[in-house]
């Protein structure tokens, strides 16, 4: 059963550090996103990519977050320096990119991060 | 440009009692829609699809159905159950699945 799996799954750090977040796509999958998910804002958007190549990184705040894909098998979203208002469930999810009945995003399960 | 709408919650509803949660979209080209449902400490699922007009899509007793006409996707299900109580999304996706476009979801919680 293929699955977008992300690493940590928690992470509770101090303001001002540096945070990783990493997540493996589904195996085939071309496209990969990541969202973060707050109580105020609901789901947005971050970044997008696409056999690799950033697409649309509009929704990161570009002085701290960052956002790569090394290989096909790894994501990683990167915040640095980080603060309380980043806060949040940060989702990877993988798609297929492909269009009609194979349309399709795959969450992974998440990545609750607190920063104190 | 491309947006979706769905109705503000929380839905509070009894168990047995029939479900609506409405869904308008705007699109650019011929997009498809989506369902996704969202269990506490989960990500989210995708619950059903339909990828051109007219189409209904269903699953686990949900359904909604494309109406073009309308621009609109709203999920129905004519019996919920505790196990229903979860965050619904709805969405839009452009031709090539480049990008998804998500609502702000509705929380339903159903009461025994």
């Known amino acids: 059963d293929a699955r977008v799996t992300q690493t940590p799954r928690h992470k509770v750090t101090e303001m001002g550090q540096e945070v990783t977040m990493r997540c493996q796509p589904i195996l085939g999958h071309n496209t990969v996103f990541w969202y973060r998910q707050t109580m105020m804002q609901g789901l947005e958007l971050l970044a997008y990519?696409?056999?690799?190549?950033?697409?649309?990184d509009s929704g990161m705040p570009k002085d701290r977050f960052s956002a790569e894909m090394p290989d096909a098998t790894l994501a990683t979203l990167k915040i640095q320096p980080s603060e309380p208002r980043d806060s949040a469930v940060y989702f990877c999810?993988?798609?297929?990119?492909?269009?009609?009945?194979?349309?399709?995003?795959?969450f992974g399960p998440g990545t609750r991060l607190t920063v104190l | 440009g491309n947006s979706v709408t769905q109705m503000e919650g929380p839905v509070t509803l009894s168990e047995e009692a029939f479900l609506t949660i409405n869904c308008t979209y705007t699109?650019?080209?011929?997009?498809?829609l989506f369902w996704y449902v969202q269990y506490p400490g989960e990500g989210l699922q995708l619950l059903l699809k339909?990828?051109?007009?007219?189409d209904k899509g269903s699953n686990k007793g949900f359904e909604a159905t494309y109406r073009k006409e309308t621009t609109s996707f709203h999920l129905e299900k004519g019996s919920v159950q505790v196990s229903d109580s979860a965050v619904y999304f709805c969405a839009l996706s452009t031709y090539t699945g480049n990008q998804f476009y998500f609502g702000t979801g509705t929380s339903l919680t159903v009461i025994p």
């Open positions: 990519f696409r056999n690799r190549a950033p697409l649309d």
């Open positions: 699109a650019t080209g011929y997009p498809s």
């Open positions: 999810a993988s798609g297929p990119g492909a269009s009609g009945a194979y349309n399709e995003q795959f």
């Open positions: 339909a990828t051109k007009a007219d």
